[in-house]
């Protein structure tokens, strides 16, 4: 088996099997959350006091709008299902966009034109609704990550990255087309415009929204979904799912029904997705093809690399950075060479992502904290 | 590997029920909308001039496998290149100019080939003892390096680049049977057959062929022989790379290029390799003729914007049979 680059990770597989009373893992998890909570506290309270009239956007700049913090959270959710199944399952999905559009498009169309696909138009309404369609959603965004995982898991290296692909590309040719239909009467996904009109979230008569509001429920979800996600890489079938990275004979033998937990890997991540994609369609309130088609499941994939792909913490980092220098560069790139505009932002996000893969395949998170490490000895 | 069996299995006798059953839809489907033979002839001889580029392109893809063992997913990335490069030397220049236009199309196939030597140099020879994962997204980060350095240097609107034939933007037809054949179509063909041609000729009669397919069977015993896989990967994407130019230059008139089209047509390009097993050049352009065919066909009769949803039903189809679709292609199970 060639050289795992994808191994080291927050004290999963440095930390023994905990004998103490507080295992490391456990502590590192706490002093994790500390941070982050922290730090999510911190960016909600300066926007909302702006003391001396500073608040995030002047701060940074306006490289980083509030805007762009909750894009962060919402994009921290899909990236860390995709860290469970790139990174500890070691599966490649390069249409990871294609369920978070999934997710997006069913809340869209479920509680704007439910009436549509059959289902009674008096429930649109009800604060509970759009709640229900994101798990909705998420359990039909999941079955179909059942469906299609299968048959596709089976396929390894450039052979998944592939199936993967055409998948993501189908899917958003379906979102485009109409779900392949030909009703003329019943436009489903809106073509290209897509849909809007997506009602803000309530509870009750409480309304998630100014973005303040919406910001805390966005980061509290991510949160959550990191806990989770922390949780099933340590339990056994954390363990089942780096066993079967490491090397899938090996798990094999050892008793590992590597199938199923591929499956549920896929099925996991793509159910994160989907929240998130709810998320960012009560967000916009619009849903249009382009943000869950082929670059954008790139980009997520970018985003788990920069983060370390088997790094549950670096997900928002890894998400972070790579909003941030696409911010920059379509803010400030004109700066440096006159006239640019945002095309310039590709080519930098090109060469980005080849230089981080060349020379630190583990992830940015990783590297600094093997660096980090060596300079406290 | 042996294959023994002669008579038809069970396998065969549902493929070929599938096979009939796939037909009896298209033609009810057709049915629908009145096709006849002359609307079927039209949707072939468009499908299989697509798959004739889906093939060319199919070359690269097959070329750096081989070799490498790398699936070059930048390979779209060259098409464009050279498709770009040829509209911007031709420029305006005046339409009749032939010696312009071999003169463009020379210069943008070497230009392309010495960024397909650089981006081995500068990104996959680094990378070299890297797993697949890692590989695939330098390729794919390759990709998007390039197309966006094509979007700053062209911008988004398209280019022209004349007809072989006419030497000018409007296309000569020829008509028979009621059906229109565009000549770039010919050229197109009578590329692709050349390509294969001599591509075959190089691999099999000469020194260097000889040495690139030793690298591709085993690279430890070429390197024992004085092969050296390095000198032989820079080869690989180099030629590669002026396949793919010279795809997108022969495809140039028919559609009009632009910054972004590689995306489309290195995944098409890569199906049809896929189709032809990755490793065989013939297996892979008869892969890229029935891609054409296929897609063109099945959207023929349901609806025009669904023609991508048919090349990636093929696609994930031929990668679940784990070979291509003749017996003798690798293993596609294996990373």
Known sequence: MAADSYRSDTGTTTAPAGNGKESAPRRATMAGVVVLVALVLAIGLLEAFQPGGVDVSSLTGGVITFDTTVRIGILTIVVVGLNLLMGYAGQVSLGQAAFFGLGAYSSAIFTTRAELVGIGSGLEGRWWWPWLVMVLGMALTGALAYAVGRPILRLRGHYLAMATLGLGVMVTIMFRENLGLQLDTKDITGGSDGIPGIPRLRVGTFEIWPIERYYYLVWFLAIVGILLALNVVRSRSGRALRALHSSELAAETVGVDTARFKVRALVVSAMYASIAGSLFAHFRVAVSPTPFDFLASLELVVMAAVGGMASVWGAPFGVAAILAIRELVRTRLDLVIGGAGGEQEAVAFGVLLVLVMIFMPEGVVVRVKEVARRWSR | MQRVSQRPTYKTIVSVAAAVAIVAVILALGAQKNFGPQQYGQLVVAGLGAGAIYALIALGFVMVYTVTGIINFAQGAFVMLGAMIAATIYGDASSGDAVGLVIAAIIAILATT?????????????????????????????????????????????????????????DGTLRFWGIVLKTQTLWIWGTTALVLALLTLFLGRTLTGKALRACSVNKEAARLMGISPTRMSVFAFGLAAGMGALAGIVLAPATRPIYDMGLKLGLKGFVAAAMGGLVSSPAAVVGGLLLGLTENVAAGVTKSGLKDVFAFIVLIAVLLRKRGIFAAGTDLERP
């Open chain 2, 114 to 170: 010495l960024v397909g030597v650089a981006v081995e140099r500068l990104t996959i020879f680094p990378a070299r003892n890297a797993d697949t994962l890692t590989l695939i997204i330098i390729t794919v980060g390759v990709y998007i390096a390039i197309q966006g350095v094509g979007l700053v240097v062209w911008g988004t609107s398209a280019k022209a680049f004349p007809a072989f034939t006419t030497l000018d933007i409007t």
